[in-house]
């Protein structure tokens, strides 16, 4: 199994055809978002379409539309190339600064902040003050992500009537279970995770493996090209203090 992606950052999917990808004679099935009970995620924010929906905009180029599983895995890419798809291309905002002006468009109903965070610890000012070196700078991350060679992949079985058994690398099985079983119904809260080792933990995987809600067990890799398609820039502005011995004591 494998996802289709949108092909643009920002576009409003107007219309989904899947007619030439269904008559393709290797395909078993391919899901839509109307196949999803739950249609949003999130580990913070429960704000992430598990896929995108005809109507609805994309946000980067890593939505699904839609996820195909063929009977063989060398036919994924043929059955994938026959989805048409119609959009109406929006401009992107490619920066998060850009985000945050007030004629930026919504990338959520709710605003483009998820979450605003304080943390102290001390008096910084009064730190940063008696300092002897202070450096005030502003900092930004590539679109750079780790490159692995082997794929990533998941395993999920039907176990029983109202249970799924989901063979993953993770570092958490605990959000496995929640995110599985918001995701697909209440039918599948039996979830059992295995976790088969130390790995990359992405959301996308989860919600395709409670795919199998509606098939009958499925394999679902995720290669490194499609990862980078999940890799985030970021921009930080930092005003830090060392006393005379070079010791950080502000930030």
Request: aromatic share 8%; net charge neutral.
């Amino acid at each position: 199994m494998r996802r289709y992606y949108a092909q643009y950052p920002r576009a409003v999917v107007n219309r989904i055809d899947l007619s030439k990808a269904l008559a393709h004679p290797d395909c078993i099935r391919i899901l839509t978002e109307k196949d999803v009970p739950n249609k949003k995620i999130g580990h913070l924010v429960t704000d992430w379409d598990v896929m995108i929906a005809e109507g609805g905009t994309t946000r980067y180029i890593g939505d699904a539309l839609a996820l195909v599983a063929t009977q063989h895995k060398e036919m994924l890419d043929e059955v994938l190339e026959l989805i048409e798809v119609d959009y109406t291309e929006l401009v992107p905002i490619t920066c998060p600064t850009d985000a945050l002006k007030a004629s930026a468009p919504l990338i959520h109903e709710q605003g483009n902040i998820m979450r605003k965070e304080v943390l102290k610890r001390g008096n910084a000012d009064a730190a940063i003050k008696k300092s002897k070196y202070v450096v005030t700078r502003k900092y930004s991350t590539p679109f750079n992500d780790h490159a692995f060679m082997e794929p990533e992949c998941a395993i999920a079985l039907p176990e029983g009537e109202d249970g799924l058994l989901l063979y993953t690398g993770s570092q958490s099985v605990y959000d496995e279970r929640h995110e599985i079983s918001h995701v697909s119904d209440s039918r599948r809260k039996n979830t059992l995770p295995f976790d088969a080792g130390w790995g990359r933990i992405w959301r996308q995987r989860r919600y395709e493996c409670a795919a199998s809600c509606r098939i009958d067990g499925l394999v679902y890799e995720k290669t490194g090209e499609s990862e980078v398609f999940a890799t985030g820039k970021f921009k930080l502005s930092y005003k830090t203090s060392r006393n005379g011995n070079g010791i950080y004591d502000g930030l």
